[in-house]
């Protein structure tokens, strides 16, 4: 009986030894050279242990970084639960549809995920355009006023913000939908029959039966909020005033513009904190409930 263990533990080692073998090679050994390059003031003329100095210096020194901090935790805050209701409502107006139309919608709202952020970033920049953008154009339209929407600092992150959703709705619409035709339509016909409306029906059918798909579209939505990048570079740069700067951005500013790869180090190795927290936290909430 041990040796049929045996072997059967030896068989699903074998399988499993390339991608872990992968995953050491492009992920552990990168994030421990990384810890290792965060001790360090390292640029491109000098390599010097200095300790914790750098992240010393990101949380009393540096004021840039943290505001970047600030205005991450505030695109989670915005971007997540954005994100996870609307998408969560769209998909419940989509399974309502016939197959084709469901079909057609699902496309429709997935586009924007297939082409590249650089790609959505660019068209919304001429939505956006203050001179010949139709977003200005539709103001004026009812009497108002056009912005000057990237000079703005609250207009400048809801610019990135919208752009981040479009680029990040499709995957959650998709996987909504599909989770939404695996719950059994009984329970729906039950609460008609008690009398419930639709939504009461949303709130303890609908959600409950969707919690295992809103953890994991929660993860990801948080993770790639985190890391939101493409639109800022493209769009704002950071600006005004930083109002728009976040962790990812600020990482490859230093990193590759300032070439101070030590003191970018240590800015990663915080984001991966924050993102590793978060997750943590959100498993175990599920698991709890």
């Known amino acids: 009986m041990n040796r049929k263990r045996l072997k059967q533990d030896m068989i699903g080692i074998a399988y499993s030894l390339p991608s872990l073998i992968l995953i050491i090679c492009f992920m552990v050994i990168p994030i ?16 010097v242990f200095i300790g914790f100095d750098n992240y010393t210096r990101l949380f009393t020194k540096d004021i840039t970084y943290q505001k970047a901090l600030t205005n991450t935790f505030l695109y989670v805050l915005v971007l997540v639960p954005s994100i996870v209701f609307i998408s969560m409502y769209l998909s419940s107006v989509i399974v309502r549809k016939s197959q084709k139309a469901g079909a057609f919608y699902r496309g429709l709202f997935y586009i924007p995920t297939i082409a590249s952020g650089v790609t959505v970033s660019i068209i ?39 752009v ?25 016909e039950a609460a008609e029959i008690d009398g419930a409306g639709p939504f009461k029906q949303f709130i303890h059918i609908t959600v409950p039966g969707l919690r295992p798909t ?57 984001l991966l904190i924050l993102i ?14």
């Open 32 to 47: 421990i050279m990384t810890f290792d390059m965060s001790l360090h003031n390292r640029t491109l003329k000098k390599d």
């Open 124 to 162: 919304w920049s001429w939505v956006f355009n203050p001179v010949t953008g139709i977003a200005n154009y539709i103001i004026s339209v009812f009497g108002g006023k056009g912005l000057e929407w990237f000079s703005g600092r609250s207009t400048a992150f809801m610019c990135v913000c919208i």
């Open 164 to 188: 981040s959703f479009f680029c990040s709705i499709g995957q959650p619409v998709v996987l909504y939908t599909a989770a939404l035709n695996g719950i059994d339509r009984g329970y729906y």
């Open 214 to 270: 809103t953890l994991y579209i929660t993860i990801i939505t948080a993770v790639n909020a985190f890391q939101i990048f493409i639109p800022i570079q493209l769009l704002t740069s950071g600006g005004p005033v930083n109002s728009t700067i976040s962790m990812m951005f600020m990482l490859y500013k230093t990193a590759f513009t300032d070439f101070k790869f030590g003191y970018a180090a240590a800015m990663g190795v915080i």
């Open 276 to 289: 590793s927290i978060f997750s943590v936290v959100q498993f175990i909430l599920q698991r709890k409930e």
